[in-house]
């Protein structure tokens, strides 16, 4: 199988990310891995999934204190900290 052009995979990352809801772990693993292998940056659609189980985020706790955001995944429970520009 031949792999996708540059374009195709940034056209395939795009599409992913239009409804990020309803994924399941392994498609985002795979596009994921998509973007790494052409070197193409994800910038604030990482933010859409837990880090650690790679589900989307569907009703997290957030919290504010000194200029950082914490997102609580709800199903694994895992705290990721990101500094408030």
Do not use: H
């Not at 859409?48 to 589900?55: G, I």
């Not at 950082?68 to 520009?85: A, N």
């Amino acid at each position: 199988m031949k792999k996708p052009s540059r374009t195709e995979s940034i056209k395939k990352i795009d599409d992913f990310f239009k409804n990020p809801q309803g994924k399941t772990p392994k498609d985002v693993k795979k596009i994921k891995s998509l973007a790494m292998s052409y070197n193409l940056p994800l910038k604030e659609r990482r933010k859409a999934f837990c880090k650690k189980c790679l589900n989307p985020y569907v009703n997290p706790k957030i919290r504010i204190k000194n200029q950082l955001k914490s997102i609580t995944c709800e199903k694994c429970g895992f705290v990721v900290r990101w500094k408030i520009k």
